[in-house]
């Protein structure tokens, strides 16, 4: 069981940037893989970046490509995603999830964190 706990949330200007955290809890976090999703108000939830359990690969949304970085700390048990220039396209909850390496479906999911970004 991993329980994950997002953190770092809040309002912004636009062209402005946030790193949001995730802390999970278990000793079993490196045999993780790691990702961030957001859900805007009536879309559906997409993916917004992913990590392997190393770290050695990452994966960015095209619509965030250039802009966000993923980046994990497994000492810390932590995921990080560093968010600049950031448009009110990006506004929304974001959510971290974990995965089992090798398998794409995310299975331990954290509460959320509003990120709302002002033109």
């Known amino acids: 069981q991993v329980q994950l706990v997002e953190s770092g949330g809040g309002l912004v200007q636009a062209g402005g940037s946030l790193r949001l955290s995730c802390a999970a809890s278990?000793?079993?976090?490196?045999?993780?893989?790691m990702g961030w999703f957001r859900q805007a108000p009536g879309k559906e939830r997409e993916l917004v970046a992913d990590?392997?359990?190393?770290?050695?690969?990452?994966y960015s949304a095209d619509s965030v490509k250039g802009r966000f970085t993923i980046s994990r700390d497994n000492a810390k048990n932590t995921v990080y995603l560093q968010m600049n220039s950031l448009e009110p396209e990006d506004t929304a909850v974001y959510y971290c999830?974990?995965?089992?390496?090798?398998?794409?479906?995310?299975?331990?999911w954290g509460q959320g964190t509003q990120v709302t970004v002002s033109s």
């Open positions: 999830a974990a995965r089992r390496t090798g398998i794409q479906e995310y299975i331990y």
């Open positions: 278990g000793r079993t976090f490196s045999s993780y893989g």
């Open positions: 990590i392997s359990w190393s770290g050695a690969s990452t």
